[in-house]
């Protein structure tokens, strides 16, 4: 119901420019075409893919995991129902309602017929449809996300945004799985937030500057800095300035959300510029993340890519471009 609220992306044009020789030059919003989405375990997927590809005018083909396959059979069997209803195409939404993984290699050679494939699910499946479709992809990557709490943060607003970012649902890619803390205000801020994440059972990793700061942290490895862990666990350095938190984001993150937490409006604006993700935060949750949340009535993906679409993606990413020209009779000298 939210996405059919939206405004329609299709045929909307964006650009327009008047060349002297006359001719007017505008761009217009196109669908994708066809669109297969492979997920895993979540059947709300099934609903999602279908009604903002619907919208958006592409067809969808499904392949979802064993894990909920007949629940994803039976609401297909539903879209489909709905389809016929108001004289569209039953093939619009269409499911491959097999769990053979022949059936993922057969769909990932289908460039044909299919104009992009958007994956779903764990990280090892996603680098597996990348390395093996002759489809082009969209990755929806893994989010090893940061907080960083600057030296003139309210300390009070910080201890809320990194509980909630890393308690609040730590099972998703948006939850905070770092925490990194300038070293002038380490020594205040770290033992307040600890205890409060150990009340929620968060196991904490440290670096050497930490660990004798928060007792009982454990020792944190150089892995540790790369690992998205979708659990209770977070992992904190201590960093001497903004420059270093931006570099340690840059070189161990995954581009998926990262937040900075701040009173300096300039190191707010620096962090925005300088940290390459697909969301960046300035005093807020990196749980914000989220098609719904942004305001797009669902997404099919969060993508940590930069071509075509980067973040949540809505209506407006399932859609292509073309130009369009309106001429009186120009011919080209």
Partial sequence: RDVIKLPDPVGRVFEKVKRPNGLLIEKMRVPLGSVGIIYEARPNVTIDASVLCLKSGNAVLLRGGSEAIHT?????????????????PSGCVEFI???????????????????????????QLINFIQANSSVPVIAHGEGNCHVYVDSSANLQMAEE????????????????????????IAAKFLPRVAERLWEAGVEIRGDDITLPII???????????????????????????????ISHINQ????????????????????????????VYVNASTRFTDGYEFGLGAEIGISTQKLHARGPMGLAELTSTKFIIHGKGQVRE
């Fill in 97 to 123: 309602d097999t769990t053979d993984r022949e059936a993922v290699m057969l769909m990932l050679k289908q460039e044909k017929y299919l104009d992009v494939i958007i994956p779903r699910g764990s990280q």
């Fill in 161 to 184: 945004i990194v509980y909630n970012a890393k308690v609040q649902r730590p099972s998703v890619c948006n939850a905070a799985e770092k925490l990194l803390v300038h070293e002038k």
């Fill in 252 to 279: 161990y993150g995954s581009h998926h959300s990262d937040a900075i937490v701040t009173g300096s409006k300039a190191n707010g604006e620096r962090f925005l510029r300088e940290v390459d993700s697909a969301a």
């Fill in 215 to 245: 007792e009982g942290a454990k020792p944190g490895e150089e892995s540790d800095w790369r690992r998205e862990y979708l659990d209770l666990i977070i992992a904190v350095k201590v960093v001497t300035n903004l420059d270093e938190a």
């Fill in 72 to 88: 994803n059979k039976k609401l297909v069997d539903i879209i489909k129902m709905a389809l016929k209803d108001v004289h569209l």
